[in-house]
């Protein structure tokens, strides 16, 4: 009465006064009473070893609970030497007059094969007596069985962990909301799992206090809220759970629901990375990598990648392959790169899968072979990586490493497009433009370039110009093919800039200004890009923006046409015929015309006809033997 102050004021020391006159009249129940009085240090100094005293003479009459209790302090090895098989014995004492608390005790010990041969139905066996007692614990540990050990059966752990849980049982309520959150066993509910999570972190539960910090940062049963997560992942930081502590470091880094703070993000990931936690170790490569916080250390960085990759983390795996790959930190190494890709990708980690098939595909650390390339690839793709969805669908577009397929190429593209990746979109465009893989669909390829344009893709800014500029899918309409051409080729995307600069060469769009123009077939043949190199040959031949030059004109087109741009032949064919800063020759201007034709520019065919009719046979055959001849020397003799 006095111990529980029931009907008197609440007096431990009144307890164990009257305790004692029981137990001195070899009373058991006050015996083992007032051992755990000094065990809990209630109304007396704590005294583990005079809790072990009093529970031996209770145990040694055959009282169950403070056998029970008696095999705990052998069992934590408080106030007595640590003796697991002495923990057992007395366990079983309890267990076997019926006391729930030893039988789930003892469950433990068969469980875990602690001072007993290890045995899962035995445990499973004792589970269920101390369950069917409605003991709190023994009900926790059958839902856990059932959970992740023997006879895994997630509906019938939700069935033992509920009972637990209306009992009061911290971890079965953490657990069962965990069956909630995951849809597990039971019907997903965020909201009661939210509550069960709550109930359990009340009672100082860390995980449940990191879980319902995890749904206050999803947004998941609760709105979301930032501020409320770091709080309770603070709460368990500071009791030393590890993914609390990542957790915490993590919203401190982003800068989320808390003032962004580098350095104490590093004291968070530090302290769970003392704890092995390969999260918070391959955060801390990173932030060594990327310079938060820290000075940028590749070497450090290795070293944290290096200690949670060795303990098997795959993301961390996949970092190392990088620098390895790069040479950063530690001396280039593609052998061993591929080494850690290749624990990475067998673990499915879609990064490190990307990056093997890349070695392999460019040949770096292995013989190039495009079909590995495209496994590997893949493997990430249908994980959802948009890079590895990209390439694969590069090489269906192509043929290569696989059957052409643009069906297929159209499906992966398609894939990255719905991720949103503006690669995706401009590529699948593409084969909507062409009907390639898809039917054709110049509507449908506008409204894809246009989703990779406003992104910022050059290609695709620069391929809605050229709807816009022919009408094709959308209404014609040269402002904005203007527009988009010059948002292109302000990321000095050369062949938009050629596109400008036809423009403004036309006035198209905007006043004709031969200057402007010039400016912009530089910019792009300063790239090498062949057709503008050849139209700015064009604009010094006719003295358009720039002083007649004719020795300029064709110092250019020779430059273009090693460049194999078609039309840079035909006009090399154009200077010979006129004899513009050359000796007028037809027979050199066929041979120009045929290489163009050659080369793919049909349009020559006309001028080649009217030449035809000016030239022997004689004639027309020296021409063509001087274009193979051209040909065959790389287009380097062909005068």
């Known amino acids: 009465m006095y111990e529980d102050g029931d009907g008197v004021a609440q007096s431990y020391e009144k307890a164990l006064e009257w305790y004692r006159k029981a137990a001195d009249q070899t009373n058991a129940i006050a015996e083992n009473n007032i051992g755990v009085l000094y065990a809990h240090g209630r109304g007396v100094k704590r005294s583990d070893e005079t809790a072990v005293f009093w529970y031996q003479r209770a145990a040694k009459r055959g009282y169950a609970m403070a056998q029970d209790n008696l095999g ?47 045995d899962l139905k035995l445990a499973l066996d004792w589970y269920r007596k101390s369950a069917a007692q409605n003991n709190r614990d023994g009900l926790y540990n059958l839902g856990r069985m059932y959970d992740y050990g023997v006879g895994k059966d997630p509906v019938q752990a939700a069935k033992w962990y509920a009972k637990a849980a209306e009992l009061g049982q911290a971890s079965a309520q953490n657990n069962l909301g965990f069956l909630y959150d995951t849809g597990t066993g039971i019907e997903l509910d965020d909201a009661k799992a939210v509550y069960l999570y709550r109930k359990a972190a009340d009672q100082n539960n860390l995980n449940a206090q990191h879980n319902l910090g995890l749904m206050y940062d999803y947004g998941e049963g609760v709105a979301e809220d930032n501020g409320e997560a770091a709080r309770w992942f603070r709460i368990a930081a500071r009791r030393g759970h590890a993914k609390a502590q990542y957790d915490l470091a993590r919203l401190y880094e982003t800068g989320e629901g808390l003032v962004k703070d580098y350095n104490v993000a590093l004291h968070w990931y530090g302290k769970a990375a003392a704890q092995n936690n390969t999260y918070a170790i391959n955060s801390l490569g990173i932030m060594y990598a990327t310079g938060l916080g820290v000075a940028k250390d590749p070497r450090q960085a290795v070293f944290w990648y290096e200690k949670a990759a060795k303990l098997g983390y795959a993301i961390a795996q996949s970092n190392l392959g990088a620098m390895y790959e790069d040479g950063k930190g530690v001396e280039q190494n593609y052998a061993t790169a591929a080494g850690w890709y290749r624990k990475a990708a067998d673990q499915g980690e879609a990064s490190a899968q990307f990056n093997l098939a890349l070695m392999y595909e460019d040949g770096i650390g292995f013989a190039q072979n495009k079909r590995t390339a495209a496994e590997w690839y893949l493997k990430a793709a249908e994980q959802g990586f948009v890079h590895a969805q990209i390439n694969l669908g590069l090489l269906y577009d192509l043929g290569q490493g696989v059957e052409e397929n643009k069906a297929a190429a159209a499906r992966w593209y398609r894939a990255a497009a719905d991720l949103g990746h503006a690669t995706g979109q ?191 046979k004689k004639n027309v055959k020296r021409a063509r033997a001087m274009a193979e001849r051209c040909r065959a020397a790389g287009y380097k003799q062909c005068n």
């Open 426 to 616: 401009t590529n699948l465009a593409s084969l909507y433009s062409e009907g390639k893989g898809v039917k054709k669909d110049d509507a449908v390829a506008a409204r894809l370039y246009l989703e990779a344009a406003v992104q910022g893709n050059a290609r695709a800014q620069n391929n809605l110009g050229m709807m816009y500029l022919n009408g094709n899918g959308v209404k014609k309409d040269n402002t904005s093919a203007l527009n988009w051409f010059k948002s292109a080729a302000d990321q000095n995307y050369a062949d938009a800039q050629n596109n400008l600069a036809v423009m403004y060469a036309t006035g198209k769009g905007v006043k004709r200004n031969s200057k402007t123009a010039v400016s912009w077939y530089r910019k792009a043949a300063g790239q090498d890009y062949g057709l503008a190199v050849s139209n700015l040959a064009m604009m010094y031949a006719d003295g358009k923006g720039v002083k007649k030059n004719y020795k300029k004109a064709r110092e250019l087109l020779l430059k273009a046409v090693q460049l194999r741009e078609m039309n840079a032949f035909a006009n090399m064919g154009y200077l010979y015929r006129n004899g513009f800063g050359v000796k007028a020759s037809y027979v050199t201007s066929y041979m120009w015309y045929i290489l163009s034709i050659r080369a793919g520019y049909t349009e020559a065919a006309e001028t080649v006809a009217w030449l035809e009719k000016r030239l022997s």
């Open 72 to 118: 705990g302090m052998y069992d934590g090895g408080w106030g007595i030497a640590q003796d697991k098989a002495k923990a057992v014995h007395w366990y079983r004492k309890a267990a076997e007059q019926g006391n729930a608390y030893g039988q789930t005790h003892l469950g433990v010990m068969y469980e875990a094969g602690e001072g007993i041969t290890k």
